[in-house]
């Protein structure tokens, strides 16, 4: 029975509960209220769990502040898509209270569930009842009431976790698209299945199924030609010297602890130490400002062979001088997937685009990666789907060196109109300004295909069936993906509408979409209808009215 935990055993438990969420990813996913074939709300939980856990790993130390700084830091990091930042929050709240202590009873670790649930809603502009932040709220509500009578962290945790069931099952009397659907929310399951397994961590109970890591790599942006890059952070250098050398003839007295303490003795003097071999070689690398020092450390073991010393203050130097000589005032960002549609974003001057979208929600860290290369000052952010706006906002955080503005494009059309109305003589806040403006002029639609029965927005939805839909919900649907756009077509357009945009995806052959834009323009003569190549997974046309 455990009457306390300490950071060993809070470790262990974000461990546990990644591992659970990871082993229910899939189920997670299936929860998606619209039956198209995006559903990610798991994928996203999961891989802000494992960066979670990849900065924990790294964490050499078990106080319990650093254990849970590196938690906090590495979900805001790897937080992926709505689900993912709000976990991330909720993550950052608990740890905030548990870092201040050594050992926690219940009573301090409902402190924390309570905490959590602040910074999530603060997280959100508009929160949402019937959501993942229901779950949070309801579960640390209770988890108060009752910490002072559960004791033992089992019966705690199995009350809290018959709470967090109920206000699972209340989500979807809160949230009528939930209600109709069919559903509870899936950021709320995904949650539950993390608590569960910090639960499990507790009693002891074995999970059966194995996991496989999931790699929450980066997705590398797609830089145009005209764009300004920096490769690396150029902030200030606390080491100056880069030295490398081999150690070779080893002294008899030598042995492979000998090795191990001159590890240690480089760590001391600098950073970026490689020191690794056996009694017959040995490679050392270190950043340091005492090369001299880490030489006379080798030197204790044996002999010194092709030493290399370079100066990384005068290189960081030249590469300040450089980047800042052709540094400019702004620079734009683009999220999408497709080629077409990246091809389409370069044309518009765009410096940067990141592969992401429906299925592959980019985290807060990739954005904030990929905006720190661009070599501006002012950097404008285009999410281009709901699900990604949240993660935009939130690296902000992650930059201190620029200013980052994210317009909240919901959708591919809404960027490239954002993008249209760039002006490289306005100031950052006009284009700004005239950016968020044009998100007005454009209704965009998407044509897919649904994933499973359902009856939702007055339709009765069977597997295979074409659908079309807007940012909100399900306007059209058919068993032809020409039926379903006209229909769409119909649904969405008004008057004041001139243009007609369509998209089409890697499914959709040129042919097909030029003789669906004949058809459009037969009915519509006074728009003017054209189609573009866009190469998006997922969608067989994604459709813009202006």
């Given at each position: 029975?455990?009457?306390?935990?300490?950071?060993?055993?809070?470790?262990?438990?974000?461990?546990?509960?990644?591992?659970?969420?990871?082993?229910?990813?899939?189920?997670?996913?299936?929860?998606?209220?619209?039956?198209?074939?995006?559903?990610?709300?798991?994928?996203?939980?999961?891989?802000?769990?494992?960066?979670?856990?990849?900065?924990?790993?790294?964490?050499?130390?078990?106080?319990?502040?650093?254990?849970?700084?590196?938690?906090?830091?590495?979900?805001?990091?790897?937080?992926?898509?709505?689900?993912g930042v709000i976990l991330s929050q909720i993550l950052k709240g608990i740890c905030t209270v548990l870092g201040n202590y050594?050992?926690?009873?219940?009573?301090?670790?409902?402190?924390?569930?309570?905490?959590?649930?602040?910074?999530?809603?603060?997280?959100?502009?508009?929160?949402?009842?019937?959501?993942?932040?229901?779950?949070?709220?309801?579960?640390?509500?209770?988890?108060?009431?009752?910490?002072?009578?559960?004791?033992?962290?089992?019966?705690?945790?199995?009350?809290?976790?018959?709470?967090?069931?109920?206000?699972?099952?209340?989500?979807?009397?809160?949230?009528?698209?939930?209600?109709?659907?069919?559903?509870?929310?899936?950021?709320?399951?995904?949650?539950?299945?993390?608590?569960?397994?910090?639960?499990?961590?507790?009693?002891?109970?074995?999970?059966?199924?194995?996991?496989?890591?999931?790699?929450?790599?980066?997705?590398?942006?797609?830089?145009?030609?005209?764009?300004?890059?920096?490769?690396?952070?150029?902030?200030?250098?606390?080491?100056?010297?880069?030295?490398?050398?081999?150690?070779?003839?080893?002294?008899?007295?030598?042995?492979?602890?000998?090795?191990?303490?001159?590890?240690?003795?480089?760590?001391?003097?600098?950073?970026?130490?490689?020191?690794?071999?056996?009694?017959?070689?040995?490679?050392?690398?270190?950043?340091?400002?005492?090369?001299?020092?880490?030489?006379?450390?080798?030197?204790?073991?044996?002999?010194?062979?092709?030493?290399?010393?370079?100066?990384?203050?005068?290189?960081?130097?030249?590469?300040?001088?450089?980047?800042?000589?052709?540094?400019?005032?702004?620079?734009?960002?683009?999220?999408?997937?497709?080629?077409?549609?990246?091809?389409?974003?370069?044309?518009?001057?765009?410096?940067?685009?990141?592969?992401?979208?429906?299925?592959?929600?980019?985290?807060?860290?990739?954005?904030?990666?990929?905006?720190?290369?661009?070599?501006?000052?002012?950097?404008?952010?285009?999410?281009?789907?709901k699900n990604i706006i949240l993660a935009a906002e939130q690296a902000k955080a992650l930059i201190d060196n620029k200013t980052?503005?994210?317009?909240?494009?919901?959708?591919?059309?809404?960027?490239?109109?954002?993008?249209?109305?760039?002006?490289?003589?306005?100031?950052?806040?006009?284009?700004?300004?005239?950016?968020?403006?044009?998100?007005?002029?454009?209704?965009?639609?998407?044509?897919?295909?649904?994933?499973?029965?359902?009856?939702?927005n007055g339709f009765s939805i069977k597997e295979g069936d074409i659908i079309g839909l807007d940012d909100k919900k399900i306007?059209?649907?058919?068993?032809?993906?020409?039926?379903?756009?006209?229909?769409?077509?119909?649904?969405?357009?008004?008057?004041?509408?001139?243009?007609?945009?369509?998209?089409?995806?890697?499914?959709?052959?040129?042919?097909?979409?030029?003789?669906?834009?004949?058809?459009?323009?037969?009915?519509?003569?006074?728009?003017?209808?054209?189609?573009?190549?866009?190469?998006?997974?997922?969608?067989?046309?994604?459709?813009?009215?202006?």
């Open positions: 029975m455990h009457k306390t935990i300490n950071s060993i055993e809070f470790r262990k438990m974000i461990l546990v509960g990644a591992k659970q969420l990871e082993i229910n990813r899939a189920k997670v996913d299936a929860l998606n209220v619209f039956p198209v074939p995006d559903g990610d709300t798991g994928t996203n939980m999961s891989l802000t769990m494992q960066s979670a856990v990849r900065e924990l790993t790294a964490c050499q130390s078990n106080v319990f502040g650093e254990v849970c700084n590196s938690v906090s830091k590495g979900a805001l990091r790897g937080a992926r898509g709505n689900s050594e050992e926690v009873d219940t009573k301090i670790f409902a402190k924390a569930l309570e905490q959590g649930t602040k910074v999530a809603y603060g997280a959100v502009s508009v929160p949402k009842e019937g959501t993942i932040l229901t779950v949070i709220r309801m579960m640390s509500e209770y988890a108060m009431k009752i910490a002072n009578k559960k004791k033992s962290f089992e019966d705690f945790f199995k009350e809290v976790i018959d709470e967090g069931e109920r206000a699972l099952a209340l989500t979807p009397e809160l949230l009528p698209v939930l209600k109709k659907a069919g559903v509870v929310d899936s950021g709320g399951v995904g949650l539950m299945v993390i608590i569960k397994g910090f639960a499990s961590e507790l009693t002891g109970e074995e999970i059966a199924d194995s996991v496989t890591e999931v790699e929450a790599s980066a997705p590398e942006a797609e830089f145009g030609d005209n764009s300004s890059i920096i490769n690396m952070d150029l902030g200030d250098i606390q080491f100056a010297y880069c030295t490398e050398f081999f150690i070779i003839n080893m002294k008899k007295s030598t042995t492979l602890s000998a090795i191990d303490r001159l590890r240690e003795r480089l760590m001391a003097i600098g950073d970026s130490v490689i020191c690794i071999g056996d009694l017959e070689l040995v490679k050392v690398h270190v950043h340091t400002n005492q090369p001299g020092k880490a030489l006379t450390y080798a030197l204790e073991l044996g002999e010194l062979d092709r030493p290399k010393i370079e100066n990384m203050l005068e290189q960081n130097r030249q590469l300040k001088a450089q980047l800042e000589a052709e540094k400019k005032e702004m620079g734009m960002l683009a999220i999408c997937t497709g080629t077409g549609l990246s091809e389409i974003f370069n044309d518009l001057s765009v410096d940067a685009i990141i592969e992401g979208g429906q299925t592959m929600n980019p985290s807060a860290s990739d954005i904030a990666n990929a905006a720190q290369k661009i070599n501006a000052e002012h950097i404008f952010i285009f999410p281009n789907n980052i503005h994210v317009i909240p494009t919901k959708n591919v059309p809404q960027g490239f109109a954002a993008a249209l109305e760039f002006n490289p003589e306005a100031s950052a806040e006009e284009n700004k300004t005239n950016m968020i403006h044009a998100l007005d002029n454009v209704k965009a639609g998407q044509v897919t295909y649904a994933v499973r029965n359902t009856t939702l306007l059209a649907k058919s068993h032809s993906v020409e039926e379903t756009m006209l229909k769409l077509i119909a649904k969405m357009k008004e008057e004041f509408h001139q243009m007609i945009t369509l998209y089409y995806g890697e499914d959709v052959k040129e042919e097909e979409a030029e003789a669906l834009c004949q058809t459009i323009a037969e009915k519509y003569p006074d728009c003017d209808v054209d189609f573009h190549n866009g190469g998006q997974s997922v969608y067989y046309y994604i459709l813009s009215l202006e």
